[in-house]
């Protein structure tokens, strides 16, 4: 497919996801199927088309005039990918594939484009109804803070120390990547985003397979190293999920102590057995729940440490679902606080005295953050946080402290600062 083919391919895909209501990935999917001839680069760039329009979309609308699939696109061209008004007008040729030619209006509207006297959420792209709890967080570095999060985002691995000795053996087994190490996690490596949206098949390396590697974002393994969890504990990871985190923690305890590994969604935790297998993680036991019982009922009072990678509104992942901020409602928060306040109910009542509850959410919404700790520390006043260089020094990443933005009861990460995705994480202990 030529450029012009792709983008027109592109139009169409987020006309469907408009018409439809649906996740970009279904309807890449569904746009895939229906066009067989096209090549794995030529979805993989219309994919990241799709993806940089959804990430544009607000400011992109606003300097064209009109949020059309077409002028959404045109928009990003510009504003994302910094393309001039004669070379995107060279792409609408009219021509078989490409779109219809630029009209004079679009064509002034491509060259006078500025976000200069555009509203927060516009020049930030985030939808307006967040902007009050945004504001509160940021105050005057909402906008640059918001615009990190249409960046794309690299591709982060995890070093594995139950397989290999150090990340600088693990780097120099992947020369052909092109990876360099994280800034700020030790375990880390990273690579680019590309410019056509095709990353490297990680997972058909002999050293993914072997288990020296995981898939795993800077700020999630900066969330896990900071759990501080020590090799004998006993560990409770509430919200296993994949098990990404739980993975961590393994390698973090040397394989001694024991974690205990459930969700409230046993779907979820279906791949985390294989993952343990192919990591050497030796000390986990997956707890599945059945019918609805409690799995992990059998231990409370008992643990040191209950990890809480809480349900919420994954703002903080918007460089990797720019669609998802688009389907963020009202009635989504109110639902992830329910959920929320359920979770730290159960971790409270697993810690041992002495123990702790690590919390941990990709949202940057005070709401799902310092709020909902306010709320757990009113129902069980025999917490406390604590403060925030103790827990950094706990988890050995007093480097941390520049980057880190302090809360009323915990630590937030965004990409502006770190190049992560959004994260926050408190430590309460229970006294």
């Known amino acids: ?25 279904d309807a890449l999917k569904d746009w895939g199927l229906s066009h067989r001839f096209a090549g794995s680069k030529d979805r993989a760039a219309i994919a990241s088309l799709v993806y940089d329009a959804l990430r544009r979309k607000a ?33 609408c040729s009219g021509e078989r594939f490409a779109p219809e030619p630029l009209s004079d209006t ?13 509203p927060a959420h516009v020049a930030g792209d985030f939808p307006e109804w967040i902007e009050p709890s945004l504001q509160r967080l940021f105050r005057e570095d909402l906008i640059p803070e918001m615009r990190a999060l249409t960046t794309r985002a690299p591709l982060d691995l995890r070093v594995n120390t139950l397989k290999v000795a ?56 900066l969330a896990a190293l900071l759990s501080a969890v020590k090799p004998g504990e006993q560990v409770v990871d509430l919200c296993a999920g994949g098990g990404g985190k739980t993975l961590a923690l393994a390698a973090m ?11 409230g969604d046993a779907r979820r935790l279906a791949p985390i057995h294989d993952r343990l297998t192919r990591a050497g993680a030796r000390n986990v036991q997956v707890r599945t729940p059945r019918g609805g019982a409690d799995a992990v009922s ?22 990797r679902n720019p669609d998802a901020k688009w389907r963020l409602r009202p009635g989504s928060l109110e639902v992830r606080r329910k959920e929320q306040t359920t979770v730290l109910d159960r971790a409270a009542a697993l810690v041992k005295l002495g ?50 933005r302090v809360t009323k009861n915990g630590l937030q990460l965004t990409p502006k600062t770190t190049g992560t995705d959004g994260f926050f994480v408190s430590c309460l202990k229970r006294r």
């Open 253 to 263: 305890m040397e394989n001694h102590g024991q974690i205990y590994a459930t969700d």
């Open 355 to 404: 123990g702790r509850i690590v919390y941990i959410t990709c949202s940057i919404l005070p709401e799902e953050n310092d709020e909902a700790l306010d709320s757990l520390l009113q129902r069980n006043p025999g917490f406390e946080v604590m403060k925030a260089n103790e827990l950094l020094a706990a988890a050995g990443l007093s480097n941390l402290r520049p980057f880190v």
């Open 298 to 319: 059998d231990l409370d009072g008992r643990i040191d440490c209950v990890l809480v990678d809480a349900p919420c509104t994954g703002i903080g992942t918007w460089r």
């Open 106 to 118: 679009e064509r002034q509207k491509l060259a006078d484009a500025s976000l200069e006297d555009a």
């Open 59 to 91: 400011s992109a609308t606003w300097i064209m005039g009109e949020g059309m699939p077409r002028a959404v696109v045109l928009g990003m061209l510009r504003l994302q990918r910094g393309m001039t008004p004669d070379a995107i007008a060279a792409l």
């Open 1 to 25: 497919m030529t450029p012009a083919a792709r983008i027109s391919a592109a139009i169409e895909v987020l006309g469907d996801i408009e018409a439809r209501r649906r996740p970009a990935a």
């Open 166 to 221: 150090s990340r600088e053996e693990a780097h120099d087994a992947l020369p052909h990547l092109g990876a360099v190490e994280t800034p700020l996690s030790p375990l880390g490596l990273r690579i680019a985003p590309s410019e056509d949206g095709r990353g490297p098949a990680v997972q058909s390396e002999p050293e993914f397979i072997k288990g020296w590697i995981e898939i795993q974002d800077e700020g999630s393994q």
